[in-house]
């Protein structure tokens, strides 16, 4: 008889949770042959009716894992425009996952973001996602003359795919329509945007990726309650992890840095500091993959540093007029960095 | 509370009855005066004590002898598939209870998570406690909770494909598709998706298992301990058998859509193990001082995880995140409450030690880095032991303490 679901874990309110203990109810099982009229003699019938609808809510679909493996291998990535970048994430920016870029000032996070937002349009024919964007913009920092710029180069290089006959059907006025641009200014209004994120998602149900630049900007001041901070990103994480599964779409992050010191014990020894990706050890859980870009000998470099399914690695890339690319210089066999400098 | 669902419609009468007097649950009616209902109702003395009865034997809870127990321990162990990580849990991760892994970001928690799912599906393969298994072993089945879209099904599908430890089970032609299929994933964004989940698996497992019949002994006599009322004491073989039929044709005439769910069955009646991974991520949101509704929710959880281990004997392992108080010093998340709830703790964290290279089967050879496992808290077994665990590409393992170098010619020796 025990060992059901009690009462006491239904997302009810404290009155009707503690009308329905007295009327003796302790699990979910005792309401599952009560009617609405039975269960309204104590409580309004709307209150009844919301009591029936959470034990007969729509129970969470099983899947084995050979069915997500077949699913999930149907999930076009989003290219980077950097081969190697793309490899290392095993094809580009995972559909249905987390991604988080981070990286110091003018290292290209934002190049990053805009490279995005116009490759995911790149048409089917062309093995592309073929959606839309929404760029979500804290800092300002989102540039629409640099977007027609990259929009351009990569509408050149879509005709030029394009067999000959077919009209190009690629221009750099529509793939600019196609992304939808957020600008914040506090995380208040970060938050009331990934709440109602899912109604504009169902309107535009063509977007394929969503851009964060960058989550840290409003985080970073203006909290005193540190604590509050953990728990408003946690959930802020859990929404968008929703609806990069809901909606089938990628969740691209840009994080910054920030500077951590050690202290060392011994005295004779210099204190460190490095720099580390900044909001903390709990919101480095939160992203499915990580990438840490940052500068060697003048070299771009990218390192992936969490992965659930890509092996760690480091490679190198370049920012161009016309966007992200690779490295063309065969510099980039990808060289091991010490990995205490990246990690904690 | 009482329902002519449970208790069959023949006490439809008496249910009613009781409940105009305000007797409403098992509690209640234990707690009353039977000179008090007698007098109140109109219900004869003959039905109300059948009825009394009945409400006993469902709230009893049935006797075990030590002999079983101990029995039961032993056979409870489940490998990790890692050697050095079963010896420091003197064997193995124990069914029945409910394991945690923390760590910080990136140290392969998700991935040892994914690991021990595939070692459990394959478990009777390597398992050497019981030889009647190795003539015919099965595999068993997992569930997967996944709350962060951290599950892989890729990676888990090249771990098989090539790691090591699989090797001899591909040779005997085990196909990936049918392991694969013994692992369910629910993907649960809030608490109440987690909860609604355990709640539907639990009733999985309680209307499969009854009619198990290849099951444990043990797990049938419970059922039927509980339909039974004070009989204990007449335990001879013949009454045994009696009562097992009886309670699978009970079951089978309830359902009486056996075949269409044999499948579903098959899959609940192996269940050995359920992950959540991870646990903090639906938590963390709502487990504040200020809001006891959370640390509620919390217990509440766990308390059904805990009641499902037990009655059913499957390890819930639950993945949880760090949380950093203190600029130095960080410590699993959800607070101190937590800590007191599972049965395990394990602790990865990374190392200094240098990356090694491991030389497979094949003759590639794999970086592999090391972590630290630690055990933080056990309530059977030694507290503060640690091994190291290899990880990289498709390996996974942890060699025997002292056993430091990792050569292709000893390979069979560090699974």
């Known amino acids: 008889m025990s060992g059901a679901r009690p009462i006491s874990s239904l997302d009810l309110s ?23 009229v039975d269960l309204s003699k104590g409580i309004s019938t709307d209150d009844a009716l919301k009591i029936l609808q959470q034990t007969k809510r729509n129970t969470v679909d099983a899947m084995s894992a050979s069915e997500v493996l077949v699913r999930e291998r149907l999930a076009a990535s989003i290219s980077t425009s950097s081969n190697a970048i793309d490899n290392m994430l095993g094809g580009g920016v995972p559909i249905r996952k987390i991604t988080e870029f981070c990286g110091a000032p003018g290292i290209g996070k934002t190049q990053f973001g805009i490279q995005l937002s116009v490759n995911v349009q790149i048409p089917e024919t062309l093995s592309g996602p073929e959606g839309e964007a929404v760029y979500i913009d804290t800092e300002g920092s989102f540039i629409a003359q640099r977007a027609a710029e990259i929009a351009s180069a990569m509408v050149e290089r879509v005709n030029g795919h394009q067999h000959a006959g077919t009209e190009a059907l690629v221009n750099v006025d529509t793939i600019l329509s196609k992304i939808h641009y957020f600008r914040l200014h506090n995380c208040v209004e970060l938050i009331a945007l990934v709440k109602v994120l899912d109604e504009f998602l169902k309107e535009h149900s063509k977007v394929k990726i969503i851009i ?34 809901s909606f089938n779409l990628a969740v691209v992050i840009f994080n910054q840095m920030t500077t951590k010191f050690f202290v060392s014990s011994d005295r004779s020894a210099t204190d460190q500091a490095i720099l580390i990706p900044a909001l903390g050890e709990s919101w480095a859980h939160q992203c499915n993959n990580r990438i840490i870009l940052y500068w060697q000998d003048g070299i771009r470099c990218a390192n992936l540093i969490k992965s659930a399914n890509r092996r760690e690695q480091i490679v190198t890339y370049q920012i161009g007029a016309t966007g992200i690319r690779d490295v063309i210089d065969d510099a980039s066999s990808s060289r091991k960095r010490p990995r205490e400098d990246l990690n904690d | 509370m009482f329902t002519t669902q449970y208790y069959g419609s023949h006490y439809a009468n008496i249910i009613q009855e009781l409940s105009t007097i305000g007797i409403k649950t098992e509690r209640d009616l234990l707690l009353a005066k039977d000179e008090f209902i007698l ?15 009945e409400v006993i034997a469902t709230c009893k809870v049935p006797v075990r002898r030590g002999l079983s127990l101990i029995e039961e321990h032993q056979r409870s162990l489940l490998s990790t598939g890692c050697i050095g990580l079963d010896n420091i849990l003197e064997g193995g991760l124990r069914v029945g209870e409910i394991a945690d892994i923390s760590g910080a970001a990136g140290t392969g928690k998700t991935q040892l998570a994914h690991f021990i799912s595939l070692a459990t599906i394959t478990s009777s393969f390597f398992s050497t406690a019981d030889p009647s298994h190795i003539l015919t072993p099965t595999l068993s089945s997992v569930i997967y909770i996944d709350t962060t879209l951290s599950f892989h ?13 699989f090797a001899d089970l591909r040779d005997i032609g085990v196909d990936v598709g049918v392991v694969l299929s013994r692992l369910k994933i629910y993907r649960c964004f809030d608490v109440y998706d987690v909860l609604e989940t355990v709640e539907s698996v639990r009733k999985e497992l309680e209307s499969g298992r009854g009619a198990e019949k290849q099951w444990t002994e043990e797990d049938g006599a419970e059922d039927e301990e509980r339909v039974e009322d004070d009989k204990l004491a007449c335990c001879q073989e013949g009454v045994w058998d009696e009562r097992e039929e009886n309670a699978n044709i009970s079951v089978k005439d309830g359902k009486g859509n056996g075949n269409d769910h044999g499948e579903t069955k098959d899959f609940y009646g192996r269940l050995k193990l359920i992950v959540i991974d991870s646990v903090s991520a639906v938590l963390s949101g709502l487990v504040q001082t200020s809001h006891s509704q959370g640390y509620s929710l919390m217990m509440t959880l766990t308390q059904m995880l805990q009641h499902m281990a037990r009655t059913y004997n499957i390890l819930i392992l639950t993945v949880k995140t760090l949380s950093a108080f203190s600029a130095v010093d960080t410590k699993p998340a959800l607070g101190t409450t937590w800590t007191h709830l599972p049965s395990l703790q394990l602790y990865l964290s990374r190392c200094a030690d240098e990356e ?21 808290r056990a309530r059977t077994g030694v507290m503060g032991l640690w091994c190291l665990v290899y990880m990289g590409d498709n390996e996974i393992f942890a060699p025997e303490p002292g056993e430091y170098y990792i050569s292709g010619s000893d390979q069979e020796s560090i699974y």
């Open chain 1, 14 to 36: 404290p009155g009707i949770r503690t009308k329905l203990t007295k009327a003796g109810f302790q699990t979910v099982r005792d309401l599952e042959e009560t009617t609405p």
């Open chain 1, 212 to 245: 964060i630049d960058s989550i840290a900007f409003h985080f970073r001041h203006g909290f005193s309650d540190m604590a509050l901070r953990t728990r408003i990103l946690n959930s802020l994480a859990q929404d968008l992890t929703k609806i990069a599964h």
């Open chain 2, 39 to 53: 007098s109140k109702t109109n219900i004869s003395p003959e039905d109300y004590y059948e009825f009394k009865r």
């Open chain 2, 153 to 165: 099904p890729t990676r888990i599908r090249d771990l098989y494909l090539h790691s090591d430890k």
């Open chain 2, 356 to 376: 090694r290279v491991y030389t497979n089967r094949d003759g590639e050879g794999i970086t592999v880095q090391p972590r630290v496992c630690e055990v933080l």
